[in-house]
C-alpha cells in the first residue's frame, strides 16, 4: 500500500508530504523524505515487550505488570520527576502534566536541555516570529544563526527557504541571500552568500554590534568585534536592511554558548531594530518532533512551559531550580518516568548517573542510552506510525500525524491513561 501526505515523526519540520509504502507492519520505502525520515521509518530497533531488571539482567514482563510497578514507584516517590514528552503526541502530553499534578511531582520537557533560554527570553521581550509558510513565500533574506539544518533539519532549506521558490519569491535560490553566522564551517555555511565566523562565546557581541549599525551608531563600531570585521558587519546590517522581509532562524549554537538567554533577547531586539526599517521575523529551530507541542501543552494547563514543578500544590516555574539537569544534579527526586526521549545520551554524566541509581521507568518505542539506567521499560507504538496524534511543527502550527498500520503496542495515552488512574484510586 501507498500512502500520501505522511508526516513524518522526525524533526521539528514536520514535514508532512512524505509517500510510504507498507506491507503489513513493515514499511518497505520513503519517498521525499530525508535519510532522518527513512531511518526513523524503516529502522528496525524497537523493543519487543515490556522488560524490567531483575539484579544484573533484564526480564521479559507484561503491560499489567509494568504498568502497575511503574504506579507502585511513582506512588511510592517523594520527589518523583517526569521527564521527556517531545517525541509524543499533545494527547499523551496532557495525561504527563495531571500526572504530575496527581503525584506532586516535577514535570519538564526536552526544552530543558535545547530552548529553555529562548522561551526565557521570549517571556522577557516577546516573538516578532511568523509561519514557515510567510517565510517561504516572502522571505529575500534569511539568516541561520548557530544552526545547520543541512544536518539537523534536511529539508528545512529545501521546504522552506534557500531552495523553496514561494509566491512572492520566484526563484529561489536566485532571489534569496543566505547569511550563516556560526563559530566553524559548516555544510550549511558552504551553501550561503556570507557566512560570518564568530568567535566561540562572541555572538553577544556581534548582535549588539549589528543593533549598533542599525540603529545608526556605526561609528561606533571597532575594527573587530569577536572575529567579525566592521566591513563584514556593515555588509549584513545592510543585506538586512534591504530586504523586503527578513527571516532569522537560530539554533543552540546561540542559545546554548555564552549568554544563553541574553543571546536570544539581544537577537529578537535585533529583530525590533530591524521592523523598524522593515519586515523582519525570528523563530527558533526546534529540534526535537513536538517539544515545541509541549511548551504549548505544559502552558495551556499551567501557565508555565517546562520545568513544572507541583509539589507545593500549585504549579511552580523556576529555571535553574526546577529544571530536570539541576534536579538530578542535586540528586533531589527519588524517582523518575522518561517518556519519549533519550536522556541517558544528552545529560551530563553526573544526571545520568543520579538516574541509574534510582528507580527509572522509560516508556519509548526503542532501547536507547536510557534504557541502560532504567528499571522498566515499556514499549509504544510510534506516533506517526503505528499511532496517531497531534504534534506542532517547529513553527507551532498543529498537525495531525497519521496511522499507517496497526499492531499489537499499546500508544502513550494506552499505557500513560493506565498508568493515571491507578494513581488517581491509590489516591483516593
Ligand atoms: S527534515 Fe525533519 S521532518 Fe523533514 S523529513 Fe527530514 S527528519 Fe523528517
Known sequence: MRIEDVVCPFCGCLCDDLVVSVEGTKVLSVENGCTLATEKFTGDHRLAHPIRRTGGSWEKTTYDVAIRETAEILLDAERPLLYGWSGTFVEAQTIGVHLAELLGAVIDNTSTVCHGPSIMAIQE???????????????DVIVY?????????????SRYTTFADGFFVKSAFRDRKVIVVDIRETDSSEIADEFVKVTPG??????????????????LVPEKVSGVTREQLFRVANICLSARFGAIFFGLGLTMSRGKYKNIRNAIELTEELNRHTK????????????YGSNEVFTWITGYPYAVDFSRGIAFYNPGETTSVDILRRKECDACLVVASDPGAHFPRACAGHLASIPTVQIDPHVNATTHLSRIQIPVAVTGIDAE???????GVPIRTRQLFSTDYPDDVAVLGRIYSLVKEAKG
Not at 562572541?202 to 561609528?219: C, H, N, P, Q, T
Not at 523563530?283 to 513536538?290: A, C, D, L, T, V
Open 125 to 139: 521581550v516577546g516573538h516578532p516570529g511568523c509561519t514557515l509558510g510567510q517565510v517561504k513565500n516572502r522571505a
Open 280 to 291: 523582519f521575523t525570528i523563530s527558533p529551530m526546534r529540534g526535537h518532533w513536538n517539544v
Open 389 to 395: 496524534g497531534t504534534a506542532y511543527r517547529m513553527d
Open 145 to 157: 544563526w548557530g544552526a545547520n539544518p543541512i544536518e539537523a533539519h534536511p529539508r528545512h532549506m
Open 202 to 219: 562572541g555572538d553577544y557581541a556581534v548582535l549588539s554590534a549589528l543593533r549598533m549599525i542599525v540603529r545608526g551608531k556605526g561609528e
